[in-house]
Nanobody, 126 residues
Framework: QLQLVESGGGLVQAGGSLRLSCAASGGTFSSYAMGWFRQAPGKEREFVAA????????YYADSVKGRFTISRDNAKNAVYLQMNSLKPEDTAVYYCAAEGPPYSGSLYVSRSYEYWGQGTQVTVSS
């Protein structure tokens, strides 16, 4: 059973940066594909970014492409989301999630993921 704990959220002005971290424990982290999702008040949870278990391939939502970067450190059992040029519309609770084998090949889809963290709030002021 993989446990995921996010950190790094907070309040930032538009144009600023934040780095989210997700620490994993209780499983073989290097075998899990990882994703970041977010949910704003009154909206459905949406895909933000994902990275394969090896870290070789990354995926991004169009809304964050060029501004956000997902990375992982399998030696530290952690995945990160570097968020630059933040906008007020990036305000949401951000969740990390893990998908183990067999891989669905659909890392954009929340139902592909088996494990979820509790979320961390990101608020971007204008």
């Amino acid at each position: 059973q993989l446990q995921l704990v996010e950190s790094g959220g907070g309040l930032v002005q538009a144009g600023g940066s934040l780095r989210l971290s997700c620490a994993a424990s209780g499983g073989t982290f290097s075998s899990y594909a990882m994703g970041w999702f977010r949910q704003a008040p009154g909206k459905e949870r949406e895909f933000v970014a994902a990275i394969t278990y090896s870290g070789w391939i990354t995926y991004y939502a169009d809304s964050v492409k060029g501004r956000f970067t997902i990375s992982r450190d399998n030696a530290k059992n952690a995945v990160y989301l570097q968020m630059n040029s933040l906008k007020p519309e990036d305000t949401a609770v951000y969740y990390c999630a893990a998908e183990g084998p067999p891989y669905s090949g659909s890392l954009y889809v929340s139902r592909s993921y088996e494990y979820w963290g509790q979320g961390t709030q990101v608020t971007v002021s204008s």
